[in-house]
């Protein structure tokens, strides 16, 4: 998602005719150029912000979609931290990405934040909500080296499966944008994630070999579950969040 949004952001014409010359991209396309910028401008730019009150989290995060509470796993993952949580919040849907490039990001108090990690423990620190309180430094030990397969590793064969293996769904059933947009949107996505994910290392591998780590990852979850209710015993905690984020899609 992040990519996503942070390649939309500095989409250009040129890098657009790029795209048409580089790919051989049928003439049709070509008009796409012209209506793409449009998006940019109708989806991308920044809204009129609304009354902020003190104490409540701003959460911008994707809009939902028909599959699920959000196409994002982090965005899921840390909506549902606050739901569970108790804190405080609003949301508000679109494409704006924070100062890094991310979603999710939040607003509370002037502050800003991105990167989901980073607001859970700042919201933990601040507000103490009984989900983070209680376990010992061995169950966070295990949490931490659960969150950090599902973020690393796991999210990148959902990404990869989705945007490059199924480009032709997301265009249907998730960006929601005229056929030739569609088409060369998703086509610039799917170029970027290629190279992100031969840089993380995880692209460099075959189809096959990518469900065969992402399969062991999941078997590995299922393992350590088992008849527990939730991962870490009796209580919902934070890594439950990631976990159903990362699940729902």
Avoid at 39 to 61: D, E, T, W, Y
Avoid at 124 to 147: C, M, N, R, V, Y
Avoid at 208 to 217: N, Y
Wanted: charged share 20%; net charge positive.
């Amino acid at each position: 998602g992040s990519v996503f949004c942070s390649l939309s952001r500095n989409m250009s014409v040129e890098s657009l005719k790029d795209l048409v010359l580089e790919n051989r991209v049928p003439l049709a396309a070509v008009v796409a150029i012209g209506i793409a910028v449009v998006v940019k401008v109708l989806f991308f730019s920044a809204r009129p912000r609304s009354p902020r009150k003190a104490g409540v989290v701003i959460l911008h995060q994707f809009p939902s979609w028909k599959f699920g509470p959000n196409a994002s796993p982090f965005c899921l993952r840390l909506q549902t931290f606050l739901n569970l949580s108790g804190i405080p919040y609003e949301v508000e849907e679109g494409l704006k990405m924070s100062k890094k490039d991310k979603q999710p990001w939040i607003e509370i108090d002037g502050e800003e934040m991105s990167d989901s990690g980073f607001i859970i423990e700042f919201l933990e620190k601040k507000h103490k909500p009984e989900i983070s309180q209680g376990f010992s430094q061995t169950d966070l030990a295990i949490a931490h080296f659960i969150e950090r397969m599902l973020s690393e590793h796991t999210y990148w064969a959902i990404v990869l499966n989705r945007w490059v293996d199924n480009r032709k769904l997301v265009n249907k059933y998730m960006l929601g944008l005229p056929a030739p947009v569609g088409f060369v949107v998703s086509t610039l996505v799917a170029r970027r994630l290629r190279k992100a994910s031969h840089a993380h290392g995880i692209g460099r591998h075959s189809h096959e070999e990518i469900l065969q780590l992402v399969r062991a990852d999941l078997t590995a979850l299922s393992a350590f579950l088992g008849s527990k209710p939730f991962l870490l015993g009796d209580r919902v905690a934070r890594v439950d969040c990631l976990a159903f984020g990362m699940l729902a899609q």
